[in-house]
């Protein structure tokens, strides 16, 4: 990866611009003025002072935004950095991600947001987007000071990693959220009865490992959604994994309740069956569940009734990974894979049109987060992605931007690759 | 090198051949002298992570009649909490210099890692029981039990009683007897049952005693209190009551029946102690076929003929 400011002048030529409001693909030339959309349109001429970069089968679409994303920070820097995390969101064509308050010690106090904040502002390669806790320690049981933690910088709140059990405590929490107009983002799962490390079914039993009954997280998402209802609160249900749990909220929205909600694209790559050799790279949290399962994700992200793909980024150390299955930790790095394995399974598979995809990874999560999309039009930022459909990559150990490997898809040969991000003045080339 | 980590790694040729070399080494054990010269020099390690008598005094005598070095290594529960990893100790091992490692731990696919890091190295890694996986030497000295009673497993009908859904016996012991064409019951409350059982092609019986007279073997688990985090059963009374084998129970078995458990034995739990003066509770007699095939299975693994 490549890292260079941006020339005075820099013309895209001959891309397709992915016209996210016209629904459109459009060959167009862009010129890029000291960080800032000169121009747009058809044979721009080319000067003396222009560098030209031919992207000639490009498409061109704005910065995508995570949801979802372990930067580590503060406490386990061993694992990822805002540098390494921020760059390797880059690297992935994100521009904005959230950074999710399960760190050591957990995102619970304003000055802890200000300090990520500031810290990200030191690299600068792209926003970040802290989401702060929802209770003191990620306990669950005495709410934060939201206020503090907005006017910090946090966007949404939320216990990750620990849904919080007291159906009380939650209903307080939402109601509190409500006064700052602070989305909840909820981890659903009903960990009384999820004491296991992989789906339970007949795999589970095959391989000998404790099961993860799929309807820990559809009993968490019935309720969630039911509370924030009941108190008119915005809530969030985060890498949403299974079927039941689809059909419970297809239910939902039928009935007007309001709730948004993301899947991770190894929910819908991936399956149970994957889990060969007790490869810790296939443990996540919630565990990857049937072929059925997978595809009902698939059904729901073209019905619309998921919002967004998230990452789920989740860095870990190899000497973390490379233990037994039971006390390896639960995910998988996913910044870098997350567009290209949904651009090859969604796209490529007639699942979604391009511009479907990108509402999941552009304009629902803006909307979710309640925060303005850069858009590429002439006068605004450039924050654009350069992203070659008809390309192959192949994700192998030397390209991994992330400072953590804990991958399923190591070596793995995509159809697409993202060529280039320009973002804050500078571009990234991979 | 060839491991043994699962029952599913053996097909039926070798698991015959295992009880062929079983039935050799046997004749073995019941010489004065106990041993045979076949891996003079060899060295193999018994790594158990769990308490264990008879299975590591099995292995140990296992490999000491076939005058290979054995060295046991026990973890007391406070040594792993001390933090070496998996790894590490694999490393130190490797650098001692054995030539088999029998490895029993508490979480299901340790064996299966400890191979999978020993891709490049002329060692085995025998599976002595993982987690609530598998416990493939249980399952091949229970089926070499029943072979030497009846030479043949067609349409042998064993029953199984017990927390089938957490034992690794239970595990390894319905797949070598599929494999083998026996028909499988089990029994036990629901809350001992894997969820979607019906895709282990095994009978399910709540009440085992209205054909207690159809069975060929009868094998009663151990009632595993250690593995639980919390009480799975109402009472030690009720769960006698309604799956413990009694008296009256073998009574109503064949004349020629086998009735066995994988030991140790909860007594007044699983069984009444009454039965084990009943000519057919080869309890004993298990532990005694334990040591060769065990003998069976190292020897076989060092002659890469599995």
Known sequence: MKIENLPEYLLLKNGILIDLDKKEKREVDILIKEGKIEKISKGIEKKDKFIILDIKDCYIFPGL???????????????????TGTKAAIAGGFTKICCLPNTEPPLDNESLITYLIAENKKYNYCDLYPIACATKRREGKEICDYYLL????????????????????????????????LPYFSHCEDKELAQGVINESFISYQLGLRGIPDISETIFAFRDVLIANYVKSKIHLCHISSKKTIQILRFLKENNYQFTCE???????????????????YKVNPPLKKEEDKEEIKKALREGLIDAIASDHAPHLLAEKEQDFENAPFGIIGLETCFLLSYEELVLKGNLTIFELLEKFITNPAKILGIEINKIKENNEAEIVIFSPKEKYIYSEDKVVSKSKNTPFLNKEFSGRIKAVINKNKIFYF | MKHLLSINDLSEKDIYKIFDYASQFEEVLKRPIPVVPSLRGKTILTLFYEPSTRTQTSFTLAGKRLSCDVINFSFSTSSILKGESLLDTLKNILKMKVDGIIVRHSVAGVPHF????????????????????????????????????????????ILI???????????????????????????????????????????????????????????????????????????????HLLYGIKKEDLNKMKKNALLMHPGPVNWEVELSYEVLKDERCVILDQVFNGVAIRMAIIFLLFQEKL
């Open chain 1, 65 to 83: 935004i995570d949801l979802h994303t372990h930067l580590r920070t503060p406490g386990r820097e061993d694992e990822e950095t805002i540098e």
């Open chain 1, 150 to 181: 907005k006017k910090a910088g946090a966007v949404a709140i939320s216990d990750d990693g620990a849904a919080i059990s007291s159906s009380q405590v939650l209903r307080l929490v939402l109601e509190y959220s409500k006064t700052f107009d």
């Open chain 1, 263 to 281: 899947t991770a694209p190894h929910y819908f790559t991936l399956t149970e069956k994957d889990i060969k050799n007790y490869d810790t790279n």
């Open chain 2, 114 to 157: 400890l191979a999978h890091h020993l891709e490049k190295e002329n060692i085995f890694v025998i599976n002595a029981g993982d987690g609530i996986n598998e416990h493939p030497t249980q399952a091949l000295l229970d089926a070499y039990t029943i072979y030497k009673k009846f030479k043949d497993f067609n349409n042998l009908k």
């Open chain 2, 161 to 239: 009683i017990g927390d089938i859904k957490h034992s690794r016996v239970a595990h390894s012991d319905i797949l070598i007897f599929k494999k083998l064409g026996c028909k499988v019951f089990v029994s036990c409350p629901y809350s001992f049952l894997p969820v979607e059982f019906e895709k282990m092609d095994v009978v399910y019986l709540p009440d085992f005693r209205e054909k207690l007279s159809d069975f060929d073997c009868v094998i009663a688990l151990r009632v595993q209190k250690e593995r639980h985090n919390f009480s799975y059963l109402s009472s030690i009374r009720e769960y």
